[in-house]
């Protein structure tokens, strides 16, 4: 009996107040297929609950469309503005808890692990990660108006990576 690798659809965000990217991936064994990406826009105006709400009515619409296997969320950058953190850190946190809703697991990433597993290099500039990101994905061309989509993105490629490298470790001759 052949083994036959299991399939995985990743969900991947990049957290934000103003603009919320989403990259979705199917992989199996060694092979990564685009599935697509989205962003949610919100206006600088609206309230900080309001942006909470329609970040959480999103994620779950997203889940709802795709049913991802599991969610990669980049962990927010350490600035030095402590209130745009504490924003950004609920903003997370209300993905999270959709994705907890639907009981899909969750694994965080720093934006450079990100990098690190998509280029090698974890001061790669958002080009270089997007032209990796091009290259592995087998040249498929994804659009998206912000760079945060392909954040999201890239979350999800690399949490397949460093899944696929897990498993192999686990078990040599197979892939998950």
């Keep these: 009996m052949k083994f036959k690798p299991r399939e995985y659809i990743i969900l991947g965000i990049d957290t934000g107040t103003q603009i919320m990217g989403f990259g979705l991936i199917k992989g199996r064994g060694p092979n990564i297929e685009f599935l697509g990406v989205d962003e949610l826009l919100i206006q600088k105006s609206y309230n900080h609950n309001f942006k909470l709400k329609k970040i959480f009515e999103k994620s779950l619409e997203i ?3 795709y049913i991802p296997d ?15 953190m504490l924003k950004l850190s609920r903003a997370q ?7 907890i809703y639907k009981n899909i697991p969750i694994t965080a990433y720093s934006p450079r692990k990100i990098k690190i597993s998509i280029t090698g290099n974890g001061n790669s500039s958002k080009e270089q990660v997007i032209c990796m990101l091009k290259y592995i ?4 061309k ?18 397949y990576i460093n899944l696929n490298v897990y498993m192999r470790m686990r078990n040599p001759n197979t892939y998950f």
């Design 63 to 65: 889940i709802d469309r």
């Design 70 to 84: 599991e969610l990669a969320i980049e962990e927010p950058f350490l600035g030095r503005n402590i209130q745009s």
């Design 93 to 99: 946190g209300v993905a999270i808890a959709a994705a």
């Design 137 to 140: 994905l087998g040249g498929k």
């Design 142 to 159: 994804f659009t998206y108006r912000n760079l945060d989509a392909s954040d999201g993105l890239a979350a999800a490629v690399c949490h």
